[in-house]
């Protein structure tokens, strides 16, 4: 196995009303690794919490991300501007690609709303899916998860 970093301290970023991205960590040296959202997905360590295929999001020209959900963050019992041990690695760099409704879900998952989701009206669930697949670009999809993520988190 290929660590992408091992044992790096990293910063927890903090930036308010941003949804499911507002705690995330930058994973170092990762910008050249090729994926979109929902291909790229890490397992391994952050300080003592383990780490099960985890999407990291993409940006562009930049290190990937990853978001830092409030079970994580209570296990670890840090927060932003504190600095965690991290160690990931690809899980399977070859998988071939998902289903892109299941990374979808995963993601709503990741963000603690598809609970939420899935108490919506049937409908209302196909309109926010073909939103988000309807877009033209990998980022335009990641912005339109994070907007919908904002919603549903607003409906705790």
């Known amino acids: 196995m ?34 979109k959202w929902g291909d790229l997905k890490v397992s391994g360590k952050i300080d003592d919490y383990q780490i099960e295929n985890k999407n990291l999001g993409p940006l562009k020209n930049s290190d990937k991300k990853m978001s830092l959900n409030s079970e994580i963050r209570n296990f670890i019992g840090k927060s932003g501007g504190e600095f965690v041990n991290v160690t990931l690695y690809l899980v399977n760099p070859n998988l071939e690609k998902k289903n892109e409704n299941e990374m979808i879900f995963e993601c709503f998952k990741d963000a603690e709303v598809l609970k939420i989701f ?18 033209a670009t ?11 993520i904002a919603k549903l988190e607003q409906q705790k």
């Open 138 to 148: 990998e980022n335009q999809k990641v912005e339109k998860i994070v907007k919908f």
């Open 2 to 35: 290929k660590y992408i970093v091992e044992n790096e301290k990293l910063e927890i970023q903090y930036i308010p009303g941003n949804g499911a991205w507002t705690y995330q960590l930058i994973i170092p040296n990762t910008k050249d690794i090729k994926g």
């Open 118 to 135: 899935e108490k919506l009206k049937i409908e209302e669930q196909n309109e926010i899916i073909e939103n988000i697949n309807s877009v």
